[in-house]
């Protein structure tokens, strides 16, 4: 989801800026304070360059534009693509300039909007006038770096004071304080070194969070509410999807919108958790028994927000603009574990979706293209202990053995006469094979590991149409290669949700279910994903 953009008020004084001249050169120039370029030093970060010379033209300290860039972005230049939230400008650049703040940054320093949004040193230069702005109405003393702290909140446009702080204290400053150090083998400087004394001259919270009022909230979580307008108390429908969002904004400004009531915030959008980039705090804005505003589309037939927990991630979902972190990746993972152990949801990529999953064409890049689904469902699993699929024992075999925990489940890829498609809706995961009847042995075999005997479920998944078998072989074997049964299913109908196999008596290791093209010729057979319950 989605920061607000753009400028708001702090404060009366914050709201009546007016578009002020940059001061320290002549406009347009990189380096007007003395003419001579700002040259980067040897492993420097390949942006240093751009920060020391727009700190230099515009007075403002190139390491505050180091740590505002990597608050907002992690210094990536993001494209400013589609948004997460309706009504909210896309952010871009290095700096995540968006809207109003755009416009008059690019208007500050003699750029046009398009230069801020695609070239990086126009961007970071639009950001240091911003700020320089700030500083001339502000009247602080530009060589106390702690001093710039109102200057900073103002460009972090957040809506409430206790965003404000966290923004200025926890994010930038503590940037400023404990230093950034350079990727691990990147053969770079550290980005910033560490600098104790950059103390911030800002308020700190106007109100601690209370405790979270209900066991139906993760308890490493931060309580902090979202106003009634922007939630439905209660559910229509019991907690049956876990839905995974990437903010387009960092994290203080993700949960300062979806905690911003109607009508600053108009679509009175939430959601349940914001994990930020580090992993290292979780905010929890929405019970879980009440139904946040975070999917506007329906999921398999069913409105998605009643049936749903979600969780927004604070960074950008566009390729290549958010590098998930270890520490993002492990604390949402353990966030999605104890939401699938509370509400028994099935661990499979039909009930653990992302946003675009439900909305492709307005959302979809959400949670992003770089998100690792196959990491992040192993990590649930194995938290939970019980295999791929639902609850504790459960375990789904998907077509598409990305999708599948290696441990337990895996698709033996079947022969060449087995095409994968994804041309009829309403698959499982990302597409199924397909292959015509035919007399002859080349089965499509999804094998499941149990480490001891046991009585299990068997349950199938496919898509449905007129060409496809009424008699489409299931054959079940133990780990011993005993075969336990055949059942024929009608996969013109049926598609696009579970539908029960039978029950068997498996052996301990790995047992195996095979989608058979043996029966009647003139038909075409499925094999989209297999669950084993």
């Given amino acids: 989801m989605k920061r607000l953009f753009g400028i708001l008020a702090l404060a009366p004084a914050l709201s009546a800026l007016l578009l002020l001249p940059g001061c320290g050169g002549e406009e347009g120039s990189p380096n007007a304070n003395d003419g001579e370029p700002v040259v980067a030093q040897p492993g420097s970060h390949p942006f240093q360059q751009h920060f020391d010379a727009a700190g230099k033209e515009f007075g403002v300290p190139p390491a505050l534009l180091v740590a505002i860039g990597y608050t907002e972005t992690r210094l990536y230049h993001v494209p400013g693509e589609n948004s997460e939230h309706d009504g909210i400008a896309p952010a871009f650049g290095v700096m995540a300039l968006r809207g109003e703040a755009l416009e008059r940054g690019a208007q500050l320093a003699g750029l046009s909007v398009e230069e801020v949004e695609t070239d990086t040193l126009a961007n970071i230069r639009a950001a240091a006038a911003l700020l320089d702005a700030y500083a001339d109405e502000m009247g602080f003393d530009r060589d106390n770096l702690g001093a710039w702290a109102p200057a900073v909140a103002a460009y972090g446009g957040h809506t409430s004071i206790d965003a404000q702080a966290h923004y200025v204290h926890d994010e930038v400053y503590r940037l400023l304080q404990e230093g950034i150090a350079a990727p691990e083998d990147s053969g770079q400087l550290d980005l910033l070194e560490p600098n104790p004394e950059a103390s911030p001259v800002f308020p700190g919270y106007a109100a601690q969070t209370g405790p979270a009022p209900s066991d139906a909230i993760y308890a490493g979580a931060v309580w902090r509410p979202a106003p009634s307008s922007n939630y439905t108390a209660g559910r229509s429908y019991g907690v049956e999807l876990l839905v995974v969002h990437t903010c387009a904004g960092s994290y203080s400004s993700c949960w300062n919108w979806l905690t911003t009531p109607y009508p600053t915030n108009p679509y009175q959008t939430s959601a349940h958790y914001v994990v930020n980039e580090s992993g290292s705090e979780i905010s929890a804005l929405v019970d879980e028994k009440n139904t946040a505003h975070h999917v506007g589309k329906s999921w398999q037939g069913y409105p998605t927000n009643p049936r749903s927990v979600g969780i927004e991630h604070g960074g950008y979902p566009y390729a290549g603009a958010n590098k998930w972190t270890e520490g993002q990746i492990a604390a949402s993972a353990k966030l999605a574990c104890d939401i699938v152990k509370r509400h028994n949801l099935v661990r499979d990529r039909n009930h653990i979706i992302g946003h675009y999953q439900p909305d492709p064409v307005n959302r979809p890049n959400d949670p992003g293209t770089d998100f690792p689904w196959s990491d992040?469902?192993?990590?649930?699993?194995?938290?939970?202990?019980?295999?791929?699929?639902?609850?504790?024992?459960?375990?789904?075999?998907?077509?598409?053995?990305?999708?599948?925990?290696?441990?337990?489940?895996?698709?033996?890829?079947?022969?060449?006469?087995?095409?994968?498609?994804?041309?009829?809706?309403?698959?499982?995961?990302?597409?199924?094979?397909?292959?015509?009847?035919?007399?002859?042995?080349?089965?499509?075999?999804?094998?499941?590991?149990?480490?001891?005997?046991?009585?299990?479920?068997?349950?199938?998944?496919?898509?449905?149409?007129?060409?496809?078998?009424?008699?489409?072989?299931?054959?079940?074997?133990?780990?011993?290669?005993?075969?336990?049964?055949?059942?024929?299913?009608?996969?013109?109908?049926?598609?696009?949700a579970w539908q029960s196999i039978g029950t068997f008596n498996f052996t301990a290791g790995w047992n195996k279910v095979t989608v058979s093209r043996w029966t009647a010729a003139g038909y075409q057979v499925v094999a989209d994903a297999i669950q084993v319950r």
């Fill in 376 to 496: 992040y469902m192993n990590r649930i699993n194995t938290c939970v202990s019980g295999g791929g699929g639902g609850g504790a024992g459960t375990i789904t075999i998907d077509s598409n053995n990305a999708n599948n925990n290696a441990a337990n489940a895996r698709m033996v890829a079947p022969s060449a006469n087995w095409v994968s498609s994804t041309n009829v809706a309403g698959y499982y995961g990302t597409g199924y094979w397909v292959a015509p009847t035919e007399a002859i042995s080349d089965g499509a075999n999804f094998e499941f590991y149990l480490p001891a005997a046991a009585s299990k479920q068997i349950w199938a998944w496919w898509t449905s149409a007129a060409d496809r078998s009424t008699t489409t072989p299931f054959v079940i074997f133990d780990a011993n290669g005993t075969k336990l049964g055949t059942v024929s299913k009608n996969q013109q109908v049926g598609g696009g």
